[in-house]
């Protein structure tokens, strides 16, 4: 699995390297700039150009440093696409008007609170925030109502989290949107002091999976990913979501765009618009990603509970905004 980090004000210096080129000779290529997993992109690559002839050329970083990398490269950007996992980086480039808006044919598959306001993306996939925790550890009265109650002196010690992976913003921008800057900053000051660090949310399921901390702050998909690695009799943990509508479980989108500076833009919506089409969307369904199609009645993985049984909490991409504030809250509390 690629590693997921954080990355703040201008980290996308040298992404290129590496990263795969465009096609050669005369075939018009589109570049999708990916900050989704890159088996879930591979695969609906692979069924688009099979369906429409129209080739891809994928380059795959972190959704946050590919969007930095874009705001670098303004209208200069090679890239014609971008998908990535967490609305606030679409966000980020819509406010800087860096997106070219989609037609209504495109977004209106999609549920309005799944796609930007502005019609400038259209969601793609969702994904919960839950707390994974080892059973033999913490029983069920145990579990905090809040993921706010993570900062009580009991959870010293018992407590992971991934800072720096591009899924922990989103739940700080969460915090902000529903109590505040100040409830926000106060709370990553009390995970910096009862929390054990981790690289990224791999690392924080795989270390409550074989006991080395009670419980920790993952999206869900990567509780199912380790379990379909590994084989369920080997899995000792669980999945807690927050209740009521906590923040501690809050429903983000991964979503599409088309650059405003696209040279190839009617070839870039076809992408988008295959994104959200059934037939994409059943490809996500069944993938080893474990996401939830953002296409209403396709069903999602069997595995996953129905996402309308989880509580998540209520706030549009547009109220969790565009990660900065949480970013250098984030950084202000030590924790990157």
């Not at 480039?93 to 019609?119: C, F, G, M, T, Y």
């Not at 033999?136 to 993570?150: E, G, I, N, V």
Request: net charge neutral.
């Amino acid at each position: 699995m690629r590693p997921r980090r954080l990355a703040i004000a201008a980290s996308a210096v040298g992404l290129a390297a590496g990263l795969a080129g465009c096609g050669s000779g005369s075939r018009t290529t589109i570049v999708v700039y990916n900050g989704q997993h890159p088996q879930l992109t591979s695969a609906l690559v692979s069924a688009f150009t099979h369906q429409t002839g129209i080739h891809v050329s994928v380059r795959t970083g972190d959704g946050i440093v590919l969007a930095d990398q874009i705001l670098q490269e303004g209208s200069d950007s090679p890239a014609d696409v971008y998908l990535t996992e967490n609305s606030p980086e679409l966000t980020n480039l819509e406010s800087h008007r860096l997106l070219a808006k989609l037609p209504n044919s495109i977004v209106h598959q999609i549920p309005a609170r799944d796609d930007s306001p502005a019609a400038d993306w259209a969601g793609i996939a969702l994904r919960v925030s839950t707390l994974v925790y080892d059973p033999a550890r913490l029983s069920s009265s145990d579990l905090p109502r809040s993921a706010l109650q993570l900062t009580d002196p009991q959870w010293q010690g018992k407590i992971a989290v991934a800072p720096t992976d591009s899924d922990f913003p989103p739940v700080v921008g969460a915090i902000i949107a529903a109590d505040g800057r100040s409830v926000a900053l106060r709370w990553l000051d009390g995970l910096k002091r009862n929390a054990q660090l981790f690289q990224d949310d791999e690392a924080v399921v795989a270390a409550v999976n074989r006991g080395a901390v009670d419980a920790g702050l993952i999206n869900h998909y990567y509780w199912y990913r380790l379990r379909q690695e590994v084989g369920r009799s080997a899995i000792r943990s669980r999945l807690y979501y927050f209740p009521n509508h906590d923040v501690g479980s809050v429903q983000n989108i991964s979503g599409a765009a088309v650059l405003a500076s696209s040279q190839h833009k009617h070839m870039a919506e076809r992408f988008v618009r295959f994104l959200v089409s059934p037939a994409a969307q059943r490809i996500l369904a069944h993938s080893y990603d474990f996401e939830y199609p953002a296409r209403p009645g396709i069903a999602p993985n069997p595995q996953l509970p129905p996402l309308s049984s989880i509580a998540t909490a209520s706030l549009s991409a547009a109220a969790l905004g565009t990660d900065q504030e949480a970013a250098q809250l984030i950084q202000q509390a030590g924790l990157a």
